[in-house]
């Protein structure tokens, strides 16, 4: 917090969008947990990059891969639908040593730590495919892959819907998952990893495929997915990346930031 002002900036104005009914005491000691978290997510970098997998598989309890199989067996593709945890890099590694899986993921713009990020991210699991490669995920889902989108961040306005996330009304949000889940048989599931709070490891659970999604509704179907993300996050929300600019994007570009300049 001392190193990171900005970054406190935006994750107090972001817990006081999602949770406005928070007191001032509790969303302080939020707020002070998550950038614990966050101290904690750069030593789990190195975890998820470099521990060999016994190390990783004796951390990890993976839940809900029969959801999967069951998918797998009826000859569909899976689309798992993760969200920014600040353990995600320790669990995506985690993931691949159970099932592995196609990653789709932004590359970084600082060429060395994209050299480590890109292997790092993708030891143990099948293959990682940059932001762009749209069709890439397509042909791997047409090919009865499972592979990993990050739905919740704000993307910017194109391909995107303003709806609710939390207790904010319009919030820019992606309809690129609508893209994926649309494809022909795709079964569209939740991933949701946790640090346990006992300090024993993580627990990453697989949740059922969501019934009658996608709809040909988009602003319905992605409002779906932030209600799903929603539930997804309040299991352990001091974990969740609340330093993301989340709402950055307003309805009309004359719209005042939600972020002050600091």
């Known amino acids: ?38 101290g904690i997510a750069l030593f789990e970098t190195g975890m998820g990059w470099w521990w060999p997998n016994w190390r ?74 940059g932001k762009r490669d749209v069709k890439g995920l397509i042909r791997s889902l047409r090919e009865k892959e499972t592979c990993i989108y990050l739905p919740d961040q704000d993307y910017g306005r194109s391909k995107s819907e303003f709806v609710p996330f939390f207790n904010v009304k319009d919030a820019a949000t992606t309809t690129g998952t609508l893209i994926f889940a649309r494809q022909k048989n795709v079964e569209t599931m939740m991933v949701i990893p946790t640090r346990n709070e006992d300090g024993s490891g993580y627990t990453i659970e697989v949740t059922p495929a969501l019934e009658n999604f996608p709809t040909d509704d988009d602003v319905a179907d992605v409002t779906r997915v932030n209600q799903e993300l929603e539930k997804a996050i309040m299991r352990a929300p001091d974990q969740y990346m609340w330093l993301h600019r989340r709402f950055k994007t307003r309805p009309t570009p004359e719209d005042p930031s939600l972020y002050k300049k600091s």
């Open 56 to 129: 990783v598989k004796r951390k990890v309890k993976v839940k809900g891969l029969e959801h999967i199989a069951k998918a797998k067996e009826a000859g569909n593709g899976v689309l798992l639908l993760a969200m920014h945890y600040l353990s995600v890099e320790i669990n995506c590694r985690a993931m691949g040593t159970q099932h592995p899986t196609v990653v789709f993921y932004r590359p970084h713009n600082n060429e060395l730590m994209e050299y480590f990020q890109f292997r790092g991210r993708g030891r143990s699991n099948k293959y990682m495919l």
């Open 1 to 38: 917090m001392k190193i990171g002002s900005s970054r406190q900036s935006v994750a107090d104005t972001n817990l006081k969008l999602c949770f406005p009914n928070m007191s001032e005491d509790e969303r302080k000691r939020m707020l002070k947990a998550n950038f614990e978290n966050t």
